[in-house]
């Protein structure tokens, strides 16, 4: 087996089974995507929507292709015919184009609203009361064409390993509260995307079940 997939299967191994992992592949030529392929890998998230596009031309059509990344309003509609979870949502007006671009291409979008949860000031991402007034918004509720199912959000690059899982602590409790007040009935809403290469044992732990793992598979970048 080739290395990057001996450590694509460790990781799966070593993670619960209902533990979405993300083999994040920016920066990453095609081959080495194609070597976590063939040990069955088939969900990849990249930040780059031209890098998104191009190696989606390449590679095989049954590969999941997550955008992590922040997402320009004006680049949705190169992703939309194809992308499987958008999962960085973090203002109404992206959401109303990604809207818009999911109608054209007669789909609908899942996507996750990524939180502000790090105490770091340059960290993307919506407050609670942000993501309410979205969430309450009459745009939002008549939209057909995206599905918010779950949140995403990245903590502090600190060695502080309390610090970090009391963000992710909280990204879980957001999760919660927005599910009962927003979600209630609705079972798409399932996602809690949060956890990379140096976090996500602890991002488990505090709920995650989904995580976006880069440079401790593929090297780093
Ligand atoms: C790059 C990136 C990752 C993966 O980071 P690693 O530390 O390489 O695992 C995860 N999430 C987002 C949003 C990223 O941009």
């Known amino acids: ?42 969900v990849f998230g990249e930040n780059k929507v031209q890098e998104l596009v191009d190696k989606y031309e390449q590679l095989p059509k049954d590969i999941e292709w997550h955008l992590i ?11 939309a015919p194809f992308v ?46 942000e993501a309410e007034q979205i969430l309450q918004s009459r745009e939002f509720i008549e939209m057909e064409n995206v599905r918010i199912v779950g949140l995403m959000g990245m903590a502090s690059f600190v060695g502080d390993e309390v610090q970090i899982s009391d963000e992710f602590r909280n990204l879980n409790n957001l999760f919660h509260v927005i599910k009962s007040h927003y979600f209630k009935y609705n079972t798409d809403f399932t996602i809690l995307s949060m956890g990379m290469s140096g976090d996500y044992k602890i991002a488990i732990a505090e709920g995650s079940n989904m995580i976006r793992v880069g440079s401790s598979l593929f090297g780093n970048r």
């Open 1 to 42: 087996m080739n290395e990057i997939g001996l450590k694509i299967t460790a990781l799966k191994a070593e993670i619960p089974a209902d533990v979405c992992l993300v083999a994040v592949s920016k920066t990453k030529p095609a081959s080495a995507i194609s070597d976590a392929y063939e040990v069955g890998q088939r």
């Open 84 to 129: 499987a979870l958008i999962h960085a949502v973090d203002s109404l007006k992206l959401l109303v184009e990604i809207n818009q671009q999911a109608k054209k291409n007669n789909r609908i979008i899942d996507c996750l609203l990524q939180f502000r949860i790090a105490q770091e000031e340059t960290k993307f991402g919506l407050t609670f009361e």
């Open 69 to 79: 990344g922040h997402l320009q309003t004006n680049k949705v509609k190169y992703i």
